[in-house]
């Protein structure tokens, strides 16, 4: 058994970057229908809001950027699972259905 779970591990992709445990953070925060917010995700990471916003821009990245590509894969993955649009709006953290549906709108014109 130690075996196969350590098989599994190892075939696990490394989360080594700050980008890449922020985007953990936030898809382990929305299936859990928790607010992807700056201050649980720098909260989670044990950092603070600014440690993590300095960590990102060191990587050339920005919170709300690494928050729509997240929202944006998991949207994809909510719709193939055949949710309502309003109920991925719910899971995703939108404030409302029109703020979903304009992040949808920006997600297909890039």
């Not at 382990?28 to 300095?54: M, W, Y």
């Amino acid at each position: 058994m130690e075996r196969r779970v350590a098989a599994q591990l190892q075939t696990l992709p490394a989360v080594d970057d700050v980008v890449g445990r922020v985007q953990a953070v936030l898809r382990t925060a929305i299936h859990a229908g928790e607010p992807p917010t700056v201050a649980a995700t720098a909260s989670s990471l044990a950092t603070s809001e600014r440690s993590l916003q300095r960590s990102l821009a060191r990587e050339g990245a920005r919170f709300h950027d690494v928050l729509e590509t997240v929202r944006a894969a998991e949207d994809t993955r909510f719709r193939a699972q055949g949710l309502a649009p309003a109920e991925v709006a719910q899971r995703l953290g939108f404030s409302s259905a029109n703020a979903y549906y304009r992040a949808r709108a920006r997600w297909r014109a890039t």
